[in-house]
């Protein structure tokens, strides 16, 4: 594989996780036609922040993470603050993996009447194991994953499509025009991989941009072509992981395919995620790896308690800490144009308010989000 699509590769596989399973459910409530505005939406203005972002790490000579890029052009508390919407962003994607796969559990054993309690621990407690281990398979295998991701995407899609009926897409509901976009936010998270595409394209640089564009593009378009498929066979009935309602309507295909891939994306997201937390705590912070393995996985068992719902927990912390972070990168990116250390292989000629005004929408939108959700 060539570096770009592997560069390319790894910007999808970073955005495409569990949380396209909770779109359908979220922008159900608003329909169709304003949850495909409302993904158009933010999905350009999170694709202009990721290519705000490679021009970053392009006028910047060393490598550096997003953390390490606050620091260098807007200071240490900057710094501290990323990693702390970072540590919570992934703490809030665990949690929402728990739920969603005690969901698919209880689906899948329901004749057993599994307590939902029992549900979330046996997901948890085996993923949990294999995190302590350090198995870090699934993020050393993205150029397996991420193609078989893809795929999978698009064939329950398909399949949901032979049971299509235009008549579910017609409900309009303008009131909850600003209701799925924290989830949509989350769904679209993958800044952190531009760093580790500029250093696999360190002697390709000139095509980073390329790689960005190519990156965002299919889950940009599996999303609109997933929640377009999934609204137009359920009726309204869906569930928090549309998989789940797939497969209680049309049968085993969607009840064994579909969930078994629903459980699998959540899986491995989850012991990659679990992995990165604990080398934030291990690596960036010196904490004994026995102790960063107790701060990785203590929080997230708030879910057992069922405080939260899945979509719920994508809403909020897309709303709480991944919504701040586009905000900070944003104000990075106006940064380093006064003070980048070397000419950009690539420049964005935005007007000059274009950058403001994405970050004051932002700024209303999750405002706004977060006192629809609570």
């Not at 970073?14 to 949850?35: D, H, N, Q």
């Not at 796969?101 to 899948?108: Q, V």
């Not at 976009?181 to 595409?197: K, R």
Request: with cysteine.
């Amino acid at each position: 594989m060539n570096k770009v699509l592997k560069a390319s590769f790894i910007f999808t596989g970073t955005i495409i996780g569990a949380g396209v399973l909770g779109l359908p459910y979220v922008i159900e409530k608003s329909g169709f036609l304003i949850g495909l505005i409302d993904i158009v939406l933010i999905g350009t203005m999170i694709l202009l922040i990721s290519l705000m972002l490679g021009e970053v790490t392009l006028r910047t000579k060393n490598p550096h993470q997003l953390p390490g890029l606050a620091e260098k052009y807007i200071g240490k508390e900057a710094k501290d603050l990323i990693a702390f919407l970072s540590i919570m962003s992934i703490y809030g994607a665990l949690t929402a993996y728990i739920q969603g796969g005690g969901e698919i559990i209880l689906y899948f054993f329901d004749f057993f009447n599994i307590p939902s309690l029992i549900a979330k621990l046996l997901f948890f407690i085996p993923l949990a194991t294999i995190t302590c281990f350090g198995i870090k398979g699934v993020e050393e295998g993205e150029d397996i994953f991420t193609p078989l991701i893809i795929i999978f995407i698009f064939i329950i899609s398909l399949g949901a499509l032979v049971h299509f009926d235009k008549a579910n897409l017609t409900k309009v509901e303008l009131f909850y025009f600003f209701t799925p976009m924290g989830a949509i936010a989350f769904a679209f998270s993958g800044l952190f991989a531009i760093p580790q595409m500029k250093e696999i394209l360190w002697f390709e640089r000139k095509n980073l941009k390329k790689s960005i564009l190519i990156g965002f593009s299919i889950p940009f378009f599996l999303y609109i072509l997933f929640t377009f498929s999934c609204l137009g066979a359920l009726d309204g009935e869906i569930s928090e992981v549309a998989t789940i309602s797939l497969g209680k309507h049309y049968g085993i295909f969607f009840s064994i395919f579909g969930n078994l891939f629903a459980l699998f994306a959540m899986a491995t997201c989850f012991i990659s995620l679990g992995n990165a937390l604990i080398e934030i705590y291990n690596q960036d912070y010196g904490i004994n790896k026995k102790i960063s393995f107790i701060f990785a996985m203590s929080p997230p068992l708030i879910a057992l308690a069922g405080l939260s719902t899945f979509t719920e927990v994508l809403s909020l912390t897309g709303t709480l800490f991944i919504i701040p972070l586009y905000i900070l990168t944003i104000y990075i990116f106006c940064k380093a144009k006064k003070f980048g250390e070397r000419n950009p292989e690539y420049e964005l000629r935005l007007p000059y308010w274009l950058p403001y005004l994405i970050a004051l929408f932002l700024l209303f939108v999750s405002i706004l989000s977060l006192n629809l959700i609570i």
